[in-house]
C-alpha cells in the first residue's frame, strides 16, 4: 500500500529528474506547489510546455533565442563588436559574462566541452561554426572562455591548435586568485597558477 | 535587451517559486530541461496539471490520499490499530514515521506547527477533529509526534493540556542521542536533554 498520493508521486518522480534533487528535495517542492494556489503549479507546467517551442538555438552563434527571432540579438545588435569573439561551452555562460557588462564583443557556443568520459568528441561541438564566422566576419581575437577545469583547459589546448593555422589572436581568460579570498584559503593549484602566472605591476 | 529567452526566462522564473532554489538553481533545472528530450519537461507538466485535482485530504485523518479514495488507507487497513494515534505536524511526516516500519497505529495530521510568528495558532489546527476521533475510536494512546523544535515542543505542550481532560495516555517521540553520532559532536541542548532524560538501563 503506497502512502503518498499517486498524483504526489508522479510529481515527486518526475521532480526527481532534475539535477541534483534528491527525493527529500523533491517532496519538499512537491508538497509546497500542493501547499500553495494551484496557480503557481499551473503557472509551472505552462511554462514547462511552452519552453521546447518557444527557444531555439541561434544558427550562427549557437545562443539560446526567442523561437521568433533568427539570429541571436546580441549578435544581431551593430553596437556589438564581430571581430572580437567569445568562445563558451553553454548558452549560459553568457549570461554570466553579460553580468560583468565589460565585454562589447560577441559570443560563440561551442554545445559542450571535449570530455572522453562522456563521450563528447571534439566534433560534437561548433568548431567548423566558428572557423566560419573568423572568415565571415574577420574575427580578430577569440577569447577562450571555457570553464578552468580539466575539461575547459583541454578544449581550449584543442581549439588553439585548431585556430592556429587561422592566424588570429586567441586569448584565455585569466587565472589566478579570486577577488576577496583570502591567501591561506585559496587551494593549490590556484596558488600555484596565480604564482606561475603574476603579472608584472611596477619596475 | 534580454539575453535570455522568453520561454526560458519564464521557466526559470516558476522555478524560482520552488522553497530553496535560487536563480542560479532555476537556471541549472531549466536548461537541463531544455537540453534533454521534451518528454522530460511534459512529464513534468502533466504531473502539475493533474496535481491539484489528484490529491485530497483525508476527512478523518487529513493525511493526503488520492482524490478517490474516501479516507486514508492506513486508516482504512484493519490491521492498524486505531486506538493508538500518531499526532503529526504535516503529512510527509507519516511517510518517515512509515518508513521505520515500526509503527502499527493509525496517524493524525495537525496541518501545522503553533507559530505565532507565522501567525498560525491553535484554531488553525485539526485538534476538535482528534478529540472527536479520541471518542469514536475509543483512542488509548496519542504519541506527540511533533518535530523536536521550538514550535513542535510548543505544539505538544498545548496539545497535552488539551487531551488532560480526556484521562488518555500521552507520550511523545524521546529526545536524545541521535544514532550513530559522536558525543563531542552533539550540540549542546541534545546532550543536555540527553542527560536529564537518561534511561535506567540496569539494577
Known amino acids: 500500500m503506497s502512502v503518498v498520493p499517486k ?47 518557444g527557444v531555439k538555438k541561434c544558427p550562427v552563434t549557437y545562443a539560446l533565442i526567442d523561437a521568433k527571432d533568427e539570429v541571436s540579438p546580441l549578435y544581431d545588435d551593430n553596437s556589438r563588436d564581430k571581430t572580437t569573439v567569445a568562445l ?73 591548435q585548431e585556430l592556429a593555422a587561422l592566424k588570429i589572436k586567441v586569448t584565455r581568460l585569466a587565472q589566478g586568485l579570486p577577488i576577496g579570498v583570502d591567501l591561506e584559503y585559496a587551494d593549490q593549484i590556484t596558488l600555484g597558477r596565480a604564482l606561475e602566472r603574476r603579472q608584472n605591476v611596477g619596475e
Open 88 to 160: 563558451v561551452a553553454d548558452p549560459f555562460d553568457i549570461i554570466a559574462l553579460e553580468k560583468t557588462s565589460l565585454f562589447r564583443g560577441t559570443y560563440h557556443v561551442l554545445g559542450g566541452l571535449i570530455s572522453p568520459i562522456d563521450g563528447i568528441g571534439p566534433e560534437q561541438l561548433h568548431i567548423p561554426e566558428l572557423k566560419k564566422r573568423v572568415k565571415k566576419d574577420k574575427v580578430q581575437e577569440i577569447i577562450l572562455a571555457t570553464n578552468a577545469s580539466v575539461e575547459g583547459e583541454t578544449t581550449a589546448m584543442y581549439i588553439q
Open 7 to 53: 498524483a504526489l508521486e508522479e510529481l515527486i518522480e518526475a521532480l526527481g529528474q532534475l539535477p541534483g534533487v534528491g527525493p527529500r528535495s523533491a517532496e519538499r517542492y512537491a508538497y509546497f506547489l500542493l501547499k500553495t494556489s494551484r496557480s503557481k503549479s499551473d503557472r509551472l507546467a505552462q511554462a514547462l510546455l511552452k519552453l521546447h517551442d
